[in-house]
């Protein structure tokens, strides 16, 4: 097979690198059974073609793939879904009930992302938007049971990072796919001591009590590995549960110690204390990689993760 930038891990699980901003920095998941085929997350508008070449190279028609399942409809995870949902005739798209009305119409998140990002770098990074025709959008609560092949799937609501967000188990895996709710754990920073893990709280529905609660319900499955989308397959679920949770307690923690006044100067007090809480994690990490590469890793992550926390702050002080 060609170079696709892509990882086979066992029960015919495949990482799909989605080509978003960097290599490594986000993936999706082409799980098979029996002829059939599903995608979890998808990527952005710009990853589609990339994903319809990882179906024709191993042999997948189009019209076996059953289902397509973003895990919340931030872009980085579900961007694609309509461009993709267009390529594939007999796919249905599985969604948080809170996030399909936005697969269905997305003007919302057009112009939520362009707020933030601008027309032109919201065109560069996540391309056109398509709408999701409704009648091929299934809302997926929790326990909701999805079965393609001989595979079931099992879906779970697991809000704390953003509350359109379910998690999905795999029983002949034995594993979850996550998303955002297991952390992010770039593979740059494995090493003999293992994995480095922490959690994303982007913008804007951070809520660290919930979260907590989402992962002792993940971690109840005692589940023998994790896929995330930022990036790749997790070992040790409980081990990186328990360094997820403190991660998320002392986020918080940050984030309401700040004395400065919301907006803009809050944003920089939290970001500059979160780099140190990284940075000190990684040392203890025995992390060797220089402080650049560190910068050049994390500096978008750490920028979301400080506007999501002064949003969150916003939401309490308005509460
Ligand atoms: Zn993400």
Redesign the pocket.
Same mark, same amino acid.
């Given at each position: 097979m060609p170079n696709l930038d892509t990882i086979e891990y066992a029960n015919r699980i495949t990482c799909i690198d989605t080509h978003y901003q960097r290599p490594g920095l986000?993936a999706c998941y082409l799980v098979e059974s029996e002829g059939e085929a599903v995608f979890i997350d998808t990527g952005t508008s710009h990853s589609v073609p990339h994903l319809l070449d990882l179906l024709e190279a191993k042999g997948i028609a189009p019209s076996q793939v059953k289902y397509v399942i973003p895990t919340h409809v +931030?872009l *980085? +995870?579900a961007g694609g879904s309509g461009e993709l949902m267009r390529r594939l005739p007999h796919a249905s798209l599985v969604i948080h009930p809170y996030g399909a009305k936005h697969m269905i119409d997305p003007s919302k998140l057009i112009a939520g992302a362009t707020a933030v990002y601008g027309e032109a770098e919201f065109e560069k990074q996540f391309g056109r938007l398509v709408p999701v025709d409704e009648t091929r959008v299934i809302e997926a609560p929790d326990q909701t049971c999805i079965r393609f092949g001989e595979r079931e799937l099992l879906i779970l609501d697991t809000p704390g990072h953003a509350r359109h967000h379910f998690c999905v188990y795999d029983a002949e895996s034995q594993a979850f796919f996550t998303? *955002?709710t297991f952390g992010?754990s770039y593979r740059e920073f494995d090493n003999e001591n293992g994995q480095f893990i922490m959690p994303?709280t982007?913008p804007t529905q951070f809520d660290p009590e919930t979260w907590l609660a989402t992962l002792r319900k993940l971690t109840a499955f005692s589940p023998q590995r994790i896929y995330l989308? +930022?990036y790749g397959e997790i070992g040790n679920p409980l081990e990186m549960a328990n360094k997820l949770s403190q991660g998320i307690e002392d986020f918080a923690a940050i984030a309401r110690a700040s004395s400065a006044a919301p907006g803009p100067q809050r944003v920089a007090e939290i970001r500059a204390r979160l780099n140190a809480w990284m940075m000190q994690g990684l040392e203890a990490h025995g992390c060797r990689l220089e402080a650049e590469t560190i910068d050049e890793l994390m500096s978008m992550d750490l920028t979301l993760d400080a506007q999501g926390l002064d949003a969150w702050l916003t939401r309490l002080e308005q509460a």
């Open positions: 986000a +931030h *980085d +995870h998303g *955002d992010l994303p982007t989308t +930022h």
